[in-house]
Structure formats: structure tokens, C-alpha cells
């Protein structure tokens, strides 16, 4: 039996349907009585064109498939409607005839200004003392619980590793590998040379051997090789932990724009990003898992760290986050697609790089209109050009704070780093 007739009988308060079936066969239903009258008009309109014709007997199914064809605007029609206000502004602006008026109204939207706001961004990370693990996808996982996240790529030859934690679990991480893996840890990449992501170095690089080191001309020139893993970074970062006397700094460095590997049977790409929240950033692309580890450049849980005296500038964060996007791929309609691996914070996929971009390119161009008015540092802080995004990103306190993160991007506006490019 198909569905060939479809009826409404509703007012403000309550509303029926009638279904009726080619063999005449009927049925009664109700709609929510909340402004059952819109309602009917929007069962008609969205409900309707996809019910008719359809079996009667099956009505699960098409209280599935409907919600799918009309995917585009799953908001309430509350939300639609709210539009009708909310962009009224430029026309608003238009109609005032005074240019200075006109740009008050534009600016008091693009300037919201409020009382500093408490961090409230969402941080996932486990501070139980455990090491989690967690597949992210393909032979990608990532361990949480010890400072910054940790990735790990297993299969045949060994493990990959991209970054270590800050090394205070750092048995605990070697004994969640070897769970994930029978073989030894061969490579261990640093996205950055910040403690947090470096501190288990010098552990798991003893828990591991790199056979690729033994009898080469590499065995030669340090002591040790081949018989622990092979720490691998831009040169920077190296350069940054020797500075730093950081422990087991990375040995095995490149200055190239692309440095590449096969492993496990995997494509696995590092790029160095040029000044974003130093001079010494990589990503890392496994490339069959589709998993993209961004270090500090990303993270689900603070505005960007970026070190200006370490050549850390915002441009370079907005070109490396525009570099990781360049390289996604999504799922239409659904979470998925290429995943990343933030430094800190909870593994997403391209939709959470888009918005952290979007942010960082509107809060730069609101601190460059600043600038061009000759605002000082004081001034661009008091004009709260981050507030609309503090409740997610900002920190009133910690190591680093909004404060801190608009200085940042003033003082790299006002003066972009001029070294650190390493070519
Ligand atoms: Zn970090």
C-alpha cells in the first residue's frame, strides 16, 4: 500500500495529519502542538513531497530518509526566521546616509567587547596518571595522559611516533607501544621542541633501535646508533633544545620543505611550518590513515602559542593552518574524512582546523584595523578584539592567556619575524 493523500487539519494550538493509502485505507496522526499551524505548512512543504508515493507499511523508514533529503537546514525554523533581524546590519548601515555612523554600526559588530572571560575550552586530556590509547584510524593512535597528545603508527617494521609527551609517564607511554606493537619504536618525530611534546624523548628513544642505523656511514658518527630510536625534527627545533639544554635533542634534522618517509607500508610526510607558533614547527601527514598530526599549530583547547621571540608570528599560523586544509579531505554531511591529531585536545577532523583558521583570520584583522589607527599595545588589549572567543579559547590565567595570545599577534603584525627561515 502506497501513500496517496496527505492532510493537515491544524490551528495555533493542534494539528492532525491524515494519511490515506491508494486502497483507500486511512490513518490519524499528530504533530507537536507547539505552533501546530506553522507546523502544518512546513509538513507540506518538507514532509509531504517525500512520503507520498511511499510504502505506508514502512513508515520507520521514511521517518528516516526524510530528515536525509532535507539535510541542509536541520536548525528550527526559529533559527531561519532570526536571519530576518540578524542581518540587518549592512542595510541598517546603508540607510544611516552618514559614513561615520555607517562605520560605527559596522565596527560595533566586528569590535564586541566585553568583561574578560574564565577559560571554559573543553580539555580532554586524562589527568588520572593512566596513558589512554585511543585508534584514531589505520595503524594511527593516539596515547593522552601525558602532556601534549602522542601518535603512533605500528605494523611490521616498528613503531613512528610523533611527538613524546612531556616524559613524567613516559614508562607508562613505552608500555601502552608495546602493547600496540611487538617491535621497537624506530622513529620518533618532534613537531616542536617545547617540553611537553619532548620530554619523553630520552626514554623512548632508549626503548627503541633503529636496525636502518647499524653498519652505515651514520654508525659512524655518534655513538649509540642504531641501537635507540632516531629522533627526527627540523632543524630549528633542534637547534631551540640544544639552546634550552633540553635532554635527547632530535639527531637526525632536515631544512628541506618536505621531509619523507616510507613506513609500515605507509606514505609518511613531515612538513616544516615556517613562523607560526615558532620557527621550529613540523606536521606530520600518515598518509593511508589519512591522519594529519598538527603539534602546537592546532590544538582544541587554547588560542595558538605563539613565541615571537622564537619567531613565532600569526600570519604563520593562519598560512600553516591554510597549508593542513589544503591537504584534508571531508566527509559530506558527516564527521570523518581526514582526522587530525591536535597537540592538545580532542582528535577532529578538517571541520575544527576551518573554524580555528576563521577565528585566527578575523581576530589578525581586527588587531591590523587596530594597528592602522596607531592603537597601542594597551589600547588593542582594552579593545577585547578576542572576546566573542574567549569563552572557548581564552584563559584569564596559566601559562598562556588571552593577554598573552594578543600581544602575541600584535607584536607579530607590528613587526614580522624576519628570521628563523631555515633554507
Ligand atoms: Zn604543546
Redesign the pocket.
Known amino acids: 500500500m502506497k501513500i496517496s493523500r496527505l492532510e493537515t487539519f491544524a490551528d495555533q494550538y493542534v494539528g492532525f495529519v491524515r494519511v490515506t493509502g491508494d486502497d483507500g485505507c486511512e490513518g490519524w496522526g499528530q504533530m507537536s502542538p507547539y505552533n501546530a499551524d506553522i507546523t502544518a505548512q512546513i509538513f507540506h512543504r518538507q514532509i509531504a513531497p517525500y512520503a507520498l508515493g511511499q510504502s505506508a507499511l514502512d513508515i520507520e523508514g521514511l521517518v528516516d530518509l526524510i530528515p536525509r533529503r532535507e539535510h541542509k537546514f536541520p536548525g528550527s525554523h526559529l533559527v531561519r526566521a532570526l536571519g530576518g533581524v540578524d542581518t540587518v546590519y549592512p542595510d541598517l548601515g546603508n540607510g544611516l546616509g552618514d559614513a561615520a555612523a555607517a562605520e560605527r554600526v559596522a565596527n560595533a559588530r566586528l569590535m564586541p567587547s566585553g568583561p574578560p572571560v574564565v577559560s571554559r575550552a573543553p580539555d580532554p586530556t586524562p589527568r588520572d596518571g593512566e596513558i589512554h590509547t585511543w585508534r584514531v584510524s589505520g595503524d594511527v593512535y593516539l596515547l593522552t595522559g601525558d602532556g ?1 597528545n602522542i601518535a603512533v603508527q605500528v605494523g611490521p617494521q616498528g613503531a613512528f611516533i610523533v611527538d613524546a609527551g612531556s616524559g613524567k609517564l613516559a614508562d607508562k607511554v613505552v608500555a601502552a607501544i608495546a602493547r600496540l606493537s611487538a617491535k621497537p619504536v624506530q622513529f620518533i618525530v618532534n613537531t ?1 621542541f ?1 617540553p ?2 619532548t620530554g619523553g624523548n630520552a626514554k623512548l628513544q632508549t626503548a627503541g633501535a633503529d636496525p636502518s642505523l647499524t653498519g652505515t656511514f651514520f654508525s659512524m658518527q655518534f655513538q649509540g646508533a642504531g641501537r635507540a630510536a632516531t629522533i627526527i625534527s627540523q632543524l630549528n627545533t633542534q637547534v631551540r633544545m640544544i639552546d634550552q639544554k633540553l635532554p635527547a635533542p632530535p639527531s637526525d634534522t632536515f631544512v628541506s620543505d618536505r621531509r619523507r618517509k616510507y613506513y609500515n607500508g605507509e606514505a609518511v610526510e613531515i612538513f616544516p611550518m615556517r613562523n607560526a607558533t615558532t620557527d621550529g614547527d613540523s606536521i606530520v601527514h600518515f598518509r593511508r590513515a589519512d591522519v594529519i598530526v598538527t ?2 599549530i592546532f ?1 582544541t583547547t587554547e588560542y595558538p ?1 605563539i613565541d615571537t621571540k622564537l619567531g613565532g608570528s600569526v600570519q604563520g599560523e593562519i598560512d600553516a593552518l591554510n597549508f593542513i586544509l589544503d591537504r584534508t579531505v571531508y566527509v559530506h554531511d558527516e564527521d570523518g574524512g581526514t582526522m587530525i591529531v591536535p ?2 585536545g580532542r582528535v577532529t577532523d578538517e571541520w575544527d582546523v576551518a573554524d580555528y583558521r576563521d577565528m585566527l583570520v578575523i581576530v589578525r584583522d581586527r588587531v591590523q584595523a587596530l594597528l592602522k589607527t596607531g592603537a597601542t599595545l594597551q589600547q588593542v588589549l582594552a579593545a577585547r578584539p578576542t572576546a566573542d572567543y574567549d569563552v572557548r579559547y581564552g584563559a584569564t590565567s596559566g601559562p598562556w592567556t588571552t593577554d598573552m595570545f594578543v600581544e602575541a599577534v600584535y607584536t607579530s603584525l607590528k613587526t614580522p619575524p624576519t628570521t628563523g627561515r631555515v633554507k
Open positions: 601534549a616542536t617545547r611537553d611534546h603539534g602546537d590544538t602559542h597537540g592538545h
